[in-house]
């Protein structure tokens, strides 16, 4: 910073207002006399350079990227590798220094195939390989660390992809039993067929016990049939529906022989292999947002759509082949807060995006803070820098410094995630897991993402 031209103490309104006005008539003087010059001359608020082409560190970056990133830095620095090298990261070479950044000009629909031909192109390169079917802490800690890299990239390739692997693919981890990890695992890696997640409806979001999908069994055929009663049970905001997604999992009141035994969740293929909508089921875009217009969310009805009994994912309840009900969980409470599970590691990845985005932000207000300078002091000195303005150290300076002080905590939250997964199996445990940890991230999730919008916003 240029604390030499930071602005003295006042010790009354009076001294404050004379400083102004004579700051002001010298920038009035400086307009003059520039006016009156016959050709333009460079000086210093012209000589701009970008920082990241010239910058200079007074420190070894790597123990910073150490600190920041925490882990993983060769498989990070090797997807960002990996996209330099195509042109669908829209790489771009200033000062020897290759920058990758998506256009954000273009119209939703370029954006949604751009973010579908990414996630090709980083399937094809083995980028999200283990990420459902390996085990281990190891695994899972690449897996975020690929997954924060592709958040700093664009926020809708990670929601798009989170979506698919976290959600669709989680929910199938979670939710259901080894037939259901056979057939639905490798797949969803390879993206062979594209999963998305349908839990919220028009007239229901956060109260999930209360949505309106219903659920009955057939005993006759050995299916389930899933309806949307009413327009409020729409399932709407589902990411993925709009244009690609071919199979979902439908979050959904289940009616056995007339008692309602609560929430559960089922597989239901939704569009053919050549992207149409299957039969029963009704589409439609919820068309343009204020940001993420890489992800294509929509709303589906389903119109008595019908499917194997199998597709109900079945880790904490069952229904025979005869229509009867079988749980491990008897307490219904606990059963709902099992089928919470999936939104556990989803809301570690918010809290994740929601840092990353506050540093992106932050850097660029800084950087430019640095770099732009308004007003001078005197007539032959240089223009104030911006961040040499209390005004700017006030507003950009707190924000930094929480965004550094809540990395650590959300690191170790990602280890304590990672480790309780080992213990999947142990039901009963995992239930009181799934209850304190669903808690844990959420309270996280809501304190991360609150500063990050006022860090991009400025607000
Ligand atoms: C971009 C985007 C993508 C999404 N993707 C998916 C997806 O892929 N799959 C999926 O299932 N869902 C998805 N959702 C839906 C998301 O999960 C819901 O928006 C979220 O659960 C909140 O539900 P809601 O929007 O219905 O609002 P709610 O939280 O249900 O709130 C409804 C209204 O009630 C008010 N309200 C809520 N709680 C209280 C309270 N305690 N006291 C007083 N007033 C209250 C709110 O202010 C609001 O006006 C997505 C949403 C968005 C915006």
């Known amino acids: 910073m240029d604390s030499s031209s930071s602005s003295s103490s006042f010790s009354n309104s009076t001294e404050r207002a004379s400083w102004r006005t ?16 016959s050709s333009l001359e460079s000086s210093i608020c012209l000589q701009y350079t970008p920082p990241e082409v010239s910058e200079k560190f007074g420190f070894d970056i790597r123990d910073m990227r150490r600190l920041l990133d925490g882990h993983n830095y060769e498989d990070r620095d ?9 042109n669908l990261f829209c790489p771009k070479n200033y ?11 273009q ?5 949604r195939e751009m973010t579908m031909k990414r996630i090709e192109y980083l399937t094809s390169r083995g980028v999200f390989q283990g990420w459902l079917t390996g085990k281990g802490v190891d695994i899972d800690m690449r897996k975020f660390a690929l997954l924060e890299v592709i958040g700093i990239f664009d926020h809708s390739l990670a929601v798009k992809l989170g979506v698919h692997m976290f959600l669709w693919g989680g929910a199938i981890q979670f939710f259901g039993t080894k037939r259901h990890h056979d057939k639905w695992l490798k797949d969803t890696e390879n993206y062979v067929i594209k999963g998305c997640f349908a839990m919220s409806e028009l007239g229901h979001g956060s109260n999930v016990r209360g949505i309106e999908t219903i659920t009955t ?6 299916e389930f049939v899933i309806n949307t009663p009413c327009e409020s049970a729409q399932k709407y905001w589902i990411g ?9 999992i439908v979050f959904s009141q289940l009616n056995i022989n007339g008692s309602n035994q609560g929430v559960h969740a089922f597989i239901a293929q939704i569009r053919d292999k050549d992207g149409n909508p299957l039969p029963n089921i009704r589409i439609a875009d919820c068309g343009h947002k204020i940001g993420l217009n890489g992800v294509d969310n929509g709303r589906i009805w389903f119109d008595n759509v019908r499917i194997p009994r199998e597709n109900l994912l079945n880790s904490v309840a069952d229904v025979s082949p005869d229509g009867q009900y079988l749980s491990a969980i008897k307490d219904p409470d606990q059963r709902f807060a099992a089928f919470l599970a ?7 990845t918010i809290a994740a995006s929601a840092i990353y985005s506050a540093k992106i932000g932050l850097a660029t207000a800084i950087r430019y803070s640095l770099t732009r300078r308004a007003f001078s002091v005197s007539p032959t000195g240089p223009e104030v820098l911006l961040l040499d303005y209390p005004s700017h150290q006030r507003r950009l300076l707190p924000l930094l410094a929480k965004t550094y002080g809540s990395y650590p905590d959300f690191q170790k939250l990602k280890f304590f995630n990672n480790s309780g997964e080992l213990a999947v199996g142990f039901t009963r445990w995992r239930v009181r897991l799934f209850n304190s ?3 844990s991230p959420y309270s996280q999730e809501l304190s991360s993402s609150f500063p990050s919008n006022e860090q991009i916003t400025g607000n």
């Open 217 to 222: 069994y057939d005993s006759n055929t050995g």
């Open 78 to 86: 090797w997807l960002y590798g990996l996209m330099k090298q195509s």
């Open 22 to 37: 004579s700051v002001l008539t010298k920038h009035f003087d400086q307009i003059t006399s520039y006016s009156s010059s």
């Open 107 to 111: 119209s939703m629909e370029q954006q």
């Open 240 to 248: 993925g529906a709009a244009m690609h997604a071919t199979h979902t």
């Open 95 to 105: 000062g020897g220094r290759v920058f990758i950044s998506p256009d954000y000009n």
């Open 342 to 348: 999936p939104l556990t590691s989803g809301r570690v």
């Open 437 to 439: 940890i669903h808690r």
